[in-house]
C-alpha cells in the first residue's frame, strides 16, 4: 500500500465510524450471538496474500459488528462511563501516525514534555495539591499509565518498596498486609495477588463507605498477629454504587502508622474538575499517590489513566536497574514511574481533548450526566411499585420493592430483551438493578425510552407473586448471583 492509498484508507475507515456512531441509536445495544459464533465464521489461518482493504470493511460488517456491544449506545448503562470523542478518535489516530514510542526524554522530547505539561494541566483542573506538579519544588510528579489496575499494582509495590526503606531490616521474610473495602475495584485485589500481599476486603458502612474506625482495628488486629500492614487502596467512587471511602479518616491512620495510603478515582476523579464535587476530596493533601482514568469519564479515549506520587523517590528506587537509560538533569523520569519500558504518545491524545473541550466543556459535561441521572431517579420515584437504593453521581441503583424475585425477574426481561443493557447489584443484601448514564450521546429523550422499556417489561411481571423465587437463586450466594448475571 502506499500513501495514495492510505489516504483513501484511512478516508473510508472515518466515514466509516461516523457513520456508525450517527446510526448507534438505531442499533439494539447487545448483540444476539452464541459463544464461539465467530470462530465459525474466520478462516482458520491468516491469508497466505495480502487482501484488499475493502474486503476487510465488508467482513467487518458481516460478521464483527453483529458480535458488538456497543458501548457508546445511548441505551447502554452498564459498568461504567467510557470515554468516546471525536476528538480522543483523531488524538488516537495521530498517536498511531507520529507518535512513535517513548522511553526516556532523549528517544523522544516531544512526547515525554507534553506528558509532563498535560498532567500537570490536570492537577490544576481538579485542584489537586500543587506537590503532584511535575514543575513542583519536591519530588512529586506524575504520569500517564495504561489503566487503573496498573497504577494500584504499581502504588502497591512502590509502598512496599518504602517499607523496605523505612523497616531497615528485609521485607520478603515478612507477612504484609494491605486495606480496601469490600466495595473496591476487584482490581484491587488482583493488584494484591500480583504484589504477593495479603489484602483484607473490609466492611463499609451502609453509605459504602470505609471508615478510619474499622481500618485501625483491623490493623491491630493483623499487627497483633504478626502482620506488618504496607499499604491502604481507598476508594473515591466505588465501581458498584460510586461510594467515597472516608480519605480524612484514613489518612490520619496512615500517617501515624507509616502505610501508604492510594486512591483509587478511576471514574469519579473526573468530576473533581467541577467545584462543587471537591468537598468529596477533602484529607486529598495527605495522600501518597492518586490515580483517576481520563478515560472513562473524561472523554479521553481509552487507554489513558493519570497516576500521581507525592513523592517519587521511591518508585524510582522500585524499578531503577543498570540498563535503564536517564534523563536530562531538569526531566522528571517518568519513564521509571511505569512497569512498561515503553510508553505510547498517549498525551497527544489528552492534549487534544483537552483543548477541544476545555475546562468548562468538562464540566458541562459532567454535568450533564448527572443531570440525566437525576432525572432518571426522578422517573423511578413518580412509579410507586420501585425503589430508588443509591443514586451517587451518575451512578443508580433501583429495585421493585419487597422481595428480591421480581426484579431478579425484571433483570433477566431486560436483558433477554437486548434493548438496554444494565447490570445488578447487591448491597445490604438487596438485590437492585443497577443504571449508569455512559454514554455521551445520550439524551433526555434516551433516558425516557429506556425508563419506559423497564415499566413496559415490570407491568408484565406478576411481581407481587412471591413463588417466583427460584430455589436454586434462593441458595446460590449473592457473588455467585451476580457472576451468573454478569
Ligand atoms: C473502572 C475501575 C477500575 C479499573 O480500571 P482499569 O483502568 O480498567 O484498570 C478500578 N477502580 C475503579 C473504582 C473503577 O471504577
Known amino acids: 500500500m502506499d500513501t495514495d492509498e492510505f489516504r483513501k484508507f484511512g478516508k473510508i475507515a472515518i466515514d466509516y465510524l461516523a457513520n456508525y456512531l450517527d446510526t448507534i441509536r438505531q442499533r439494539t445495544v447487545l448483540p444476539d450471538v452464541e459463544p464461539g459464533y465467530l470462530q465459525k465464521c474466520l478462516p482458520e489461518s491468516a491469508p497466505q496474500t495480502g487482501e484488499h482493504w475493502s474486503e476487510i470493511f465488508a467482513e467487518l460488517e458481516k460478521f464483527v459488528v453483529p458480535g458488538l456491544t456497543h458501548w457508546h449506545s445511548p441505551s447502554f448503562h452498564a459498568y461504567i462511563p467510557t470515554a468516546n470523542s471525536f476528538a480522543g478518535i483523531v488524538?488516537?489516530?495521530?498517536?498511531?501516525?507520529?507518535?512513535?514510542?517513548?522511553?526516556?526524554?532523549?528517544?523522544?522530547?516531544?512526547?515525554?514534555e507534553l506528558e509532563l505539561k498535560m498532567m500537570d494541566w490536570l492537577v490544576k483542573m481538579l485542584n489537586l495539591p500543587e506537590h503532584f506538579l511535575n514543575t513542583s519544588d519536591g519530588m512529586g510528579g506524575g504520569c500517564i499509565q495504561n489503566s487503573a489496575s496498573e497504577s494500584t499494582l504499581l502504588a502497591l509495590q512502590t509502598a512496599k518498596r518504602r517499607l523496605m526503606d523505612l523497616s531497615k531490616e528485609d521485607t520478603l521474610g515478612q507477612k504484609l498486609v494491605a486495606y480496601t473495602?469490600?466495595?473496591?475495584?476487584?482490581?484491587?485485589?488482583?493488584?494484591?495477588?500480583?504484589?504477593?500481599?495479603?489484602?483484607?476486603?473490609?466492611?463499609?458502612?451502609?453509605?459504602?463507605?470505609?471508615?478510619?474506625?474499622?481500618?485501625?482495628?483491623?490493623?491491630?488486629?493483623?499487627?497483633?498477629?504478626?502482620?506488618?500492614?504496607?499499604?491502604?487502596?481507598?476508594?473515591?467512587?466505588?465501581?458498584?454504587?460510586?461510594?467515597?471511602?472516608?480519605?480524612?479518616?484514613?489518612?490520619?491512620?496512615?500517617?501515624?502508622?507509616?502505610?501508604?495510603?492510594?486512591?483509587?478515582?478511576?471514574?469519579?476523579?473526573?468530576?473533581?474538575?467541577?467545584?462543587?464535587?471537591?468537598?468529596?476530596?477533602?484529607?486529598?493533601?495527605?495522600?501518597?499517590?492518586?490515580?483517576?482514568?481520563?478515560?472513562?469519564?473524561?472523554?479521553?479515549?481509552?487507554?489513558?489513566?493519570?497516576?500521581?506520587?507525592?513523592?517519587?523517590?521511591?518508585?524510582?528506587?522500585?524499578?531503577?536497574?543498570?540498563?535503564?537509560?536517564?534523563?536530562?538533569?531538569?526531566?522528571?523520569n517518568i519513564h521509571l514511574w511505569q512497569i512498561p519500558n515503553c510508553r505510547r504518545f498517549r498525551a497527544l491524545k489528552l492534549w487534544f481533548v483537552l483543548r477541544i473541550q476545555g475546562v468548562e466543556g468538562l464540566r458541562a459535561h459532567v454535568r450533564k450526566q448527572v443531570g440525566l441521572a437525576n432525572y432518571f431517579v426522578e422517573l423511578v420515584k413518580s412509579d410507586e411499585r420501585f425503589e430508588v437504593c443509591t443514586s451517587n453521581l451518575g451512578v443508580i441503583t433501583f429495585r421493585l420493592k419487597g422481595p428480591d424475585g421480581p426484579t431478579k425477574l425484571l433483570l433477566d426481561k431486560i436483558r433477554e430483551g437486548r434493548k438496554i443493557f444494565v447490570m445488578p447489584y447487591c448491597h445490604l443484601n438487596k438485590f437492585m438493578i443497577r443504571f449508569v448514564v455512559c454514554s455521551s450521546f445520550t439524551e433526555k429523550p434516551d433516558i425516557d425510552n429506556s425508563w419506559r422499556h423497564i415499566e413496559d417489561l415490570a407491568n408484565n411481571i406478576e411481581y407481587s407473586k412471591e413463588e417466583y423465587i427460584n430455589p436454586v437463586l434462593r441458595t446460590a450466594s449473592m457473588k455467585d448471583e451476580i457472576r451468573r448475571r454478569n
Not at 93 to 101: D, K, P, T
Not at 191 to 200: D, F, M, P, T, W
Not at 237 to 245: A, K, N, P, R
Not at 284 to 311: E, Q, T
Request: charged share 25%; aromatic share 8%.
Open 91 to 112: 488524538g488516537e489516530l495521530m498517536m498511531a501516525g507520529i507518535g512513535g514510542i517513548t522511553t526516556t526524554w532523549d528517544s523522544n522530547p516531544a512526547s515525554v
Open 181 to 332: 473495602s469490600d466495595q473496591s475495584n476487584s482490581s484491587v485485589e488482583k493488584a494484591a495477588l500480583l504484589a504477593s500481599i495479603v489484602i483484607r476486603l473490609l466492611p463499609t458502612d451502609t453509605n459504602g463507605c470505609l471508615r478510619g474506625e474499622v481500618l485501625k482495628k483491623s490493623i491491630n488486629e493483623d499487627k497483633e498477629k504478626g502482620f506488618v500492614p504496607c499499604c491502604v487502596i481507598a476508594t473515591f467512587g466505588t465501581t458498584g454504587i460510586c461510594s467515597f471511602d472516608n480519605v480524612e479518616e484514613l489518612a490520619e491512620i496512615c500517617r501515624s502508622e507509616s502505610i501508604w495510603l492510594h486512591i483509587d478515582a478511576a471514574y469519579a476523579g473526573t468530576a473533581l474538575v467541577c467545584p462543587e464535587y471537591r468537598y468529596l476530596m477533602r484529607g486529598i493533601d495527605k495522600v501518597d499517590s492518586f490515580n483517576f482514568n481520563p478515560h472513562k469519564w473524561m472523554r479521553v479515549n481509552s487507554d489513558c489513566s493519570a497516576l500521581w506520587f507525592k513523592d517519587t523517590t521511591y518508585v524510582e528506587k522500585l524499578t531503577s536497574c543498570e540498563k535503564v537509560g536517564s534523563n536530562p538533569d531538569d526531566i522528571p
